[in-house]
């Protein structure tokens, strides 16, 4: 065999090796990504940019609010408590969150009185 015909023939297998398909995935850095900083809640039946590992059920909280009552921070007493329960379950979010209300006249008294439920279910995000 000559030389000079297997010196061409060595470097067009290289060349065409080269330009095969490289499987990089086994290579590639897998990084897992971080739980969110901040409980979220949402309306929404998941979070965009977010997938749902775990549900961790249904949860309500529920306050009464009768006539002069600060109802904005009955409100935010009651976002507080979910927010502790939801960590304490090790949930990142309550998603679905609906408010709903039913009203009573309460004996006795001028006022008619509420009672606000705050429900979702709480999910652990990846």
Avoid at 8 to 35: F, G, M, R
Avoid at 54 to 75: L, P, T, V, W
Wanted: glycine share 6%.
């Amino acid at each position: 065999m000559q030389v000079t015909t297997l010196i061409p023939a060595i470097l067009l297998v290289a060349n065409l090796t080269a330009c095969l398909p490289q499987d990089k995935s086994a290579t590639a850095p897998v990084t897992a990504k971080k739980p969110p900083e901040n409980f979220m809640i949402s309306t929404l039946p998941a979070l965009p940019g977010w997938d749902i590992k775990e549900s961790k059920g249904m949860y309500c909280q529920m306050f009464r609010h009768i006539g002069e009552d600060n109802y904005g921070a009955q409100f935010r007493q009651a976002m507080a408590a979910i927010e502790e329960e939801g960590k304490k379950s090790g949930a990142h979010a309550l998603i679905n969150f609906k408010v709903t209300a039913a009203t009573y006249e309460v004996q006795g008294a001028k006022w008619s009185a509420a009672t606000v439920n705050l429900c979702g279910d709480f999910v652990v995000l990846a």
